[in-house]
């Protein structure tokens, strides 16, 4: 019986959980659907759609070793897929669809179309777990309900963990050819301008790369992740969440590595590993948030009661922190990395959405569109978790008086300026004091090409805590 493997967030045939199924069950064709409409919708940024074309590209030609041919069709729309994946069923005789699950709203409302539509033909369709280590529903507090805060969620994790960690699938074995040419893979799609190849280069498609990439990571830099993380000067990082966002590695191959390199220990042994896999935890508890509190998937504010919140409407604030053109030189370095690459060092992100949010008083949700119009591992959850804990307004949030300084902050993490002179290379010849405060060098700052702080620091941090101040509650989700 023939199966139909749709691919979505998940472009790999490693660890693969529906592409095994699928192939296990019966003939297997794969299809991906191109939708350029859904995603202007949802604001992916030009470099992430190129970014999954070209893995797209990729993993057709892993498919070709496993002879099963990958073909692209288009609907614009998620509203179109029903019947687009129905009718290519229709003509290919497919008898079940194989899918791995996804957690956003419009994601879980398509899936039920399409699985509903195909019910009606009398084709079934087969929902498996794979962006997750557990199932959503499976992590609950002992009433029932999805976890609010991380600390408490982690912990069950780390019982499950020690008890049973999921298992790596490996590589399906080759199928017999089926006499189905794949479809050519387009290099771009109508409305997403191709970025310049400088954006491209640091990331390079297919899963040998991003194999090779955590390897690397966890041989060479793993032990040292709790150290260096918060340095932006320094590669401490992983460099593989766009790799995860696009499906090309699996969160079960990340823990794995992890594993390796620390013995099998998920608490104890290498503080790096430890901290590193906190952080894959992290990921899992904002999926799992967007099953359990379905409203942030609408952009809606976790913590109800900051929906009041008297959010300023600055034009010309705004588009200075978007271009960055702050006068704070992190802040500014920051932005221009996440436009120039389309990626921005977490820490970073943390202190730009704070900036942003509570020095300039400006939505969370300006930032959260704008970071996931331009970064190329842009992924709902991890983003608007982020959003929304640095604003004070989601689940385990910051408190709403904690506000980073990014004078402070500049100096903590980047002390010699080394990030914002590669960045912000008009500031490049000033000492190592004054290039986290350029006013602060007075008429020595000759420079006109650098401009001066927008917001004064002390009063808008006044500003903010009036504001949270003035809400009846910082409540929670009902």
């Known amino acids: 019986m023939r199966q139909l493997m749709w691919f979505r967030s998940d472009l790999r045939v490693q660890d693969n959980t529906a592409l095994t199924a699928s192939m296990q069950a019966g003939p297997t064709i794969a299809v991906f659907l191109l939708s350029p409409a859904q995603w202007h919708a949802h ?9 999954w074309l070209r893995n797209l590209a990729m993993l057709q030609r892993e498919l070709k070793q496993l002879n099963v041919p990958l073909l692209i069709r288009h609907a614009p729309l998620w509203s179109d897929a029903p019947d687009v994946v129905a009718d290519l069923c229709r003509e290919h005789d497919i008898a079940s669809v194989q899918v791995n699950a996804e957690y956003g709203v419009n994601e879980a409302r398509r899936d039920e179309a399409v699985a509903a539509r195909l019910a009606a033909l009398s084709i079934t369709m087969q929902s498996h777990l794979d962006q997750l280590l557990f199932q959503p529903g499976s992590i609950l507090t002992r009433s029932g309900k999805y976890f609010q805060a991380f600390s408490q969620f982690r912990k069950v994790c780390y019982q499950r963990l020690n008890t049973a960690p999921p298992a790596t699938l490996g590589l399906p074995p080759a199928q017999l050819a089926l006499d189905i040419p794949s479809d ?19 990331w390079p498609a297919g899963e040998a790369e991003a194999g090779e990439r955590l390897e690397r990571f966890a041989t060479e830099r793993l032990d040292d992740y709790n150290r260096d993380r918060d340095l932006p000067a320094k590669p401490g990082t992983s460099q593989i969440s766009a790799y995860l966002a696009a499906g090309v590695l699996s969160p079960r191959q990340c823990l794995h590595a992890a594993l390796r390199s620390n013995r099998g ?25 967007l099953v359990g509190y379905p409203q942030v998937s609408r952009h809606k504010a976790f913590r109800s009661a900051t929906e009041v919140l008297p959010w300023r409407h600055d034009p010309q604030a705004l588009a200075a922190w978007q271009q960055g053109r702050t006068g704070f030189p992190l802040i500014d370095a920051a932005m221009r990395q996440m436009l120039a690459t389309g990626w921005m060092h977490n820490r970073l992100r943390m202190v730009v959405a704070m900036f942003l949010s509570k020095n300039l ?13 331009h970064l190329i591992d842009g992924d709902l959850a991890a983003n608007n978790g982020g959003w ?31 990030f914002i002179r590669y960045w912000l290379p008009e500031l490049a010849t000033l000492d190592n004091r004054s290039i986290h405060e350029p006013t602060s060098a007075g008429d020595l700052f000759g420079t006109a090409d650098y401009p001066p702080p927008i917001v004064d620091l002390a009063e808008s941090r006044r500003r903010a805590l009036e504001a949270f101040k003035n809400l009846s509650s910082i409540g929670t989700p009902t």
């Not at 952080?279 to 799992?288: A, G, P, S």
Request: aromatic letters at 16%; glycine letters at 6%; one cysteine or more.
């Open 43 to 51: 604001h992916d940024a030009p470099c992430k759609v190129d970014f």
């Open 388 to 418: 929304q804990w640095s604003a004070s307004t989601g689940t385990d949030a910051v408190p709403w008086f904690r506000i980073f300084n990014p004078v402070t902050q500049s100096r903590r993490f980047d002390p010699d300026g080394r």
């Open 265 to 289: 220990e998920f608490e104890t042994g290498s503080p790096g590993a430890v901290t590193w896999i906190n952080e894959l935890l992290w990921r899992e508890f904002y999926k799992h948030i």
């Open 361 to 373: 008083l400006i939505d969370w949700r300006e930032g959260e569109r704008f970071f996931m119009q």
């Open 184 to 202: 050519s893979i387009p290099e771009r799609v109508s409305g997403f301008a191709p970025p310049d190849v400088h954006l491209q280069a640091p």
